[in-house]
């Protein structure tokens, strides 16, 4: 193989088909089962709050300040009216995204070490459960992976002469700005891709097409700076933000490390990595991925230029950590060097193949045993329903659940019992920090006028709901997921009853 890297023609993509149907297949398999069986979170819940909206007004809020562009919510919103609005109708766009990511991912990783390797890093995406639970949610994450992978694949066409992929490269780039902010990064890094290219030689062509990227999403490009603004506003508020040295060390090595199980890997902290079980999960993984990049960065039939780029494209991702707390979820284009990096392992030592594969299985099978996502593990419909079985006559009910928690109360509702919503008055408007509410005056409001109320409660790390009940009389108490909870409280002894009385 020479020292630069070919181009593959779409003819010789298709020769390639049956090395990258079958984990195709594979990926809409494991995404389709169980697609509807766990319950929306709230973040779903926000999104699925806008489906009734005209793409119009969607338009509209996102160039108000709503937290997200545009085409973050009209894919979905597009689900729901081509299957439904049900749980499973509303994740699967987002589930073809996730599976047709395979394809431009076999495409670049191919082009960089070969047939071999893209097949094994098209079967890590195909099984590995950040990958798979990006297509089972109706959230926006799924489709910024899969116009990162194309973006990444079009311009390594692009750089290399393809005018024709440069033309659909600004489209793809634009389309991912519409999605969402941080899609910046992934555009940053395949313009970078032109440096081992071609270098500084002929910049006119990048230059304006990337020109014209900034053109095409300027209402969205004018509110990134105030949208990471407000996000880091809110961030402090909640307590995230440590001493920056140890939040880009101990956030990376979280990303890192979560990039194959996500939301299965233990946290990285102290308190958990002294478990044996908990390290060598973390050790795992980090092995397997670091050994992948020396892999990559050792392959002498990649130019040192395009090593350097891999590099990077590491190093940038993670570079946000100086100014925000990024999840794995919000770094996605992580996945593109880590495609990279065990298609090389893969394509230099046989073994490391079905090692791969193996490492995303394992992960999957806990994953798929789970009945709620295991990176939030919030059951709204199991808690709506369980309060609902139990609703007695004049019985009410307090939701206190994060700003979009009333979202998802609504949606699973089945009752006409009055209810009261601590979380956002609007969680769409414009809200750089979440609104102090005085959850406990209204339950007291609340049980002034009624015997008893059920809090169901999304236990995100604030106050618990029997923390909220605080001395009045806990008639139940239950967990119905790691991260729901539900509360009938009545009032102290001694407290004003509903009607009058004490």
């Not at 003819?11 to 494991?30: E, I, K, M, T």
């Not at 046989?350 to 806990?366: D, E, F, K, R, T």
């Amino acid at each position: 193989m020479p020292e630069e890297l070919r181009s593959r023609s779409l003819l010789s993509f298709l020769r390639s088909l049956p090395l990258w149907l079958g984990p195709l297949v594979a990926a809409a398999a494991v995404r389709l089962w169980g697609l509807g069986s766990r319950s929306l979170w709230v973040d779903e819940a926000f999104a699925a709050g806008l489906v009734d909206r005209s793409f119009g007004e969607i338009v509209s809020m996102s160039l108000a300040g709503s937290p997200h562009p545009p085409l973050a919510f009209f894919f979905i919103k597009l689900s729901s009216v081509l299957f439904g609005g049900t749980e499973a109708g509303l994740r699967a766009l987002p589930l073809a995204f996730s599976v047709l990511t395979i394809l431009p991912l076999f495409s670049l990783v191919s082009r960089w070490v070969g047939r071999r390797g893209a097949f094994w890093a098209a079967t890590a995406w195909a099984l590995a459960p950040f990958a798979v639970s990006l297509g089972q949610e109706a959230w926006l994450y799924s489709q910024m992976a899969f116009l990162t992978f194309l973006l990444m694949d079009l311009c390594d066409r692009a750089w290399r002469g393809n005018r024709r992929a440069l033309v659909f490269a600004v489209l793809t780039a634009a389309a991912g700005m519409a999605t969402n902010a941080l899609f910046a990064v992934s555009v940053i890094l395949a313009w970078l891709l032109r440096l081992p290219a071609a270098g500084f030689r002929r910049p006119a062509a990048p230059l304006l097409a990337l020109f014209a990227v900034v053109l095409l999403t300027l209402p969205v490009t004018l509110r990134t700076a105030e949208q990471a603004s407000l996000r880091r506003q809110r961030l402090e508020a909640a307590g995230f933000f440590q001493e920056t040295p140890s939040r880009i060390v101990v956030g990376s090595l979280e990303v890192f490390s979560s990039l194959i199980p996500d939301g299965l890997s233990p946290p990285v902290s102290r308190a958990s990595l002294v478990r044996p079980r908990n390290a060598a999960f973390v050790a795992g993984f980090l092995l397997l991925q670091l050994a992948g990049v020396a892999a990559l960065l050792a392959d002498r039939r990649i130019a040192p230029r395009y090593r350097a780029w891999a590099v990077a494209a590491v190093v940038l991702p993670l570079g946000s950590f100086l100014f925000d707390w990024p999840t794995v979820r919000h770094l996605a284009v992580l996945w593109v060097p880590l495609a990279l990096s065990l298609g090389a392992l893969a394509s230099r030592w046989s073994p490391a193949g079905p090692l791969i594969a193996l490492a995303s299985a394992v992960p999957l099978v806990s994953y798929m045993k789970t009945d709620t996502y295991p990176y939030h593990r919030s059951d709204w419909r199991a808690a709506v329903r369980f309060v609902e079985e139990g609703l007695g006559h004049g019985d009410a009910v307090l939701v206190a659940g994060g700003q979009s928690g009333g979202l998802a109360y609504e949606y699973y509702r089945n009752n006409d019992a009055p209810y009261a919503s601590a979380c956002a008055a609007d969680p769409y408007a414009v809200q750089p920090v979440r609104p102090s509410i005085d959850v406990e005056g209204m339950l007291d409001s609340l049980l002034v006028l009624y015997p008893r109320v059920w809090i169901i409660s999304d236990f995100w790390g604030g106050r618990t709901a029997l923390e909220i009940a605080g001395g009045r009389t806990i008639l139940m108490h239950r967990w119905v997921s790691p991260a729901s909870e539900v509360v009938l409280v009545a009032p102290a002894p001694g407290a004003e009853q509903a009607g009058g009385g004490t």
